[in-house]
C-alpha cells in the first residue's frame, strides 16, 4: 500500500466541502451519544450493523436530510472509526491499559471523512470530482496503482489535503550496500551509530520556544471570538505547523540517507510513553516515533531490512567487550567503566554497539548470544 498526498487548490474557499467535513463531525458526535445512550440502557456496546441500518432510516427522515450530501460509504466509515475506538477501548480495559472511549469533538475541530469505492473519480486534468464537484488539486507525484480510498483532510489553517491510498504490487528492489548498523536514540544526541558517527538532537520545539510563547501570549490579549482572536490563533496555527514540517523534513532526509546507506538497521524498540513520562516534551519535540515510521517507509523503498532489538534487552548495562551486565549504571551517568574487563565504554555508543551486535544475530536466525561471543 501506497499513499499519496495532494493539496487542493485554493482550498479554504471550498465552502462546500469544509461543510461536508463539519457534517461528518455533527454525524460523528450523533453516533457517539447513540453509543452512550444505549450502554446506559443495555451495559454493553452498540453493534455496528444494527447501528448503520439505523443511520440508513434516519437519513430518509426530514430532520437529517442534509446527512446525504456527505454520502452513505463516508457516514459507514466514521460508523466503522468509532466501533474500532469502543473495541481497543474494551480491550485495554480488559488488559488494565488505561486508555479514554471516543469522545464528542467540535465539529470545527473534526478533520476528515474517507471513501471507499465510490463517491470520487480522479480526471486527467489534475482534477477530482468529489460527491459531484470538480476540484482542482496540485498533482506533485503521478499515483501508481489501484486506488483503494480517498480521504479528504483538513489541517488546523483550513488547508483541505487529499490522501489517496493505492495497492500496486511490490517492486524487487536490490539493496545498495552490504553495511549493518546499530542505533542508539537519546537526548543529547539524536542518534548515535555502531561505527561511530553521531546525529545531534535537532529540538526544532525548543528552538521556536520564545516566538511560541509571544503568540500565545498575543492570542490571549484577544476577545474569544473576535476576528483579531481567530487571526491570531491562525498565527499560532502556522507557527505549530512550520515546526512541524521541519521536524519532518529533517527525519526524512536523515531516513533517505541512512536507508540508502546501510542494508541492515538495528534499532531498539522504544516505549515512547514510558520516556515521555519520564522526560515529558522533549521527548515529543524529538519524535523518534514519527522518525522510525518515516525509516521503515524508506528501507522499503531500498529493501533495506530495519531490525528492532527488544525494549527490555539491557543494551546500555551490558559490556560490549566481555558481556558484562553491569546493573548499577544509572541514567544520569553517561560514561562509565567496565568492572569485569576495565574498559572504558560511552553510553550511547556501547549501546549502539550492542543493539547491532544483537540484531545482527537475530537476522542470522541464531539465539541472541552475550556481546563477548559475537
Not at 444494527?50 to 446525504?68: A, C, D, E, G, V
Not at 553521531?198 to 525548543?206: Q, R, V, Y
Amino acid at each position: 500500500m501506497k499513499t499519496y498526498c495532494f493539496k487542493l487548490y485554493k482550498s479554504k474557499r471550498n465552502k462546500k466541502l469544509h461543510r461536508q467535513i463539519d457534517t461528518a463531525g455533527r454525524i460523528y458526535n450523533h453516533l457517539i451519544a447513540l453509543h452512550k445512550r444505549y450502554y446506559r440502557l443495555y451495559g454493553k456496546h452498540l453493534n455496528i450493523y444494527k447501528l448503520q441500518k439505523h443511520i440508513t432510516k434516519l437519513k430518509k427522515t426530514r430532520r437529517y436530510t442534509n446527512w446525504n450530501s456527505l454520502g452513505s460509504q463516508a457516514i459507514q466509515d466514521i460508523t466503522e472509526r468509532i466501533d474500532k475506538g469502543y473495541k481497543l477501548f474494551y480491550r485495554n480495559l480488559k488488559a488494565r491499559v488505561r486508555t479514554a472511549p471516543p469522545s464528542f469533538r467540535k465539529v470545527n475541530k473534526y478533520k476528515s471523512f474517507t471513501l471507499k469505492q465510490a463517491g470520487y473519480q480522479f480526471h486527467e486534468d489534475n482534477t477530482i470530482t468529489i460527491m459531484g464537484t470538480r476540484y482542482k488539486y496540485f498533482n506533485s507525484r503521478n499515483m501508481e496503482g489501484v486506488i483503494k480510498r480517498v480521504t479528504v483532510k483538513r489541517d488546523s489553517l483550513g488547508d483541505i489535503y487529499i490522501y489517496v491510498v493505492c495497492e500496486s504490487s511490490p517492486k524487487c528492489i536490490k539493496s545498495g550496500s552490504g553495511k549493518s548498523v546499530g542505533l542508539d536514540f537519546g537526548l543529547t544526541t539524536f542518534i548515535t551509530a555502531s561505527d561511530g558517527s553521531t546525529i545531534a538532537s535537532p529540538l526544532f520545539f525548543a528552538k521556536n520556544l520564545k516566538r511560541t510563547k509571544e503568540l500565545n501570549r498575543n492570542r490571549s490579549r484577544k476577545k474569544k471570538g473576535s476576528n483579531h482572536y481567530r487571526k491570531a490563533k491562525l498565527e499560532l496555527a502556522r507557527h505549530h505547523k512550520r515546526i512541524a514540517n521541519q521536524r519532518k523534513d529533517f527525519h526524512f532526509k536523515l531516513a533517505k540517507s541512512l536507508a540508502g546507506e546501510y542494508a541492515v538497521i538495528c534499532i531498539e524498540d522504544l516505549s515512547m510513553k514510558a520516556m515521555q513520562r519520564l522526560w515529558g516534551k522533549k521527548v515529543s519535540d524529538l519524535g523518534f516515533a514519527d522518525f522510525v515510521r518515516t525509516l521503515e517507509h524508506q528501507c522499503s523503498k531500498t529493501n533495506s531490512k530495519l531490525i528492532k532489538v527488544g525494549r527490555f534487552y539491557p543494551s546500555s548495562k551490558t559490556c560490549s567487550n566481555c558481556g558484562h551486565i553491569y546493573s548499577e549504571l544509572s541514567l544520569s551517568e553517561r560514561s562509565w567503566i567496565c568492572p569485569a574487563c576495565k574498559v572504558h565504554h560511552d553510553r550511547d555508543r556501547n549501546a549502539a554497539i550492542n543493539i547491532h551486535r544483537v540484531g545482527a544475530s537475530t537476522l542470522r536466525g541464531g539465539v541472541v548470544r552475550p556481546a563477548a561471543a559475537g
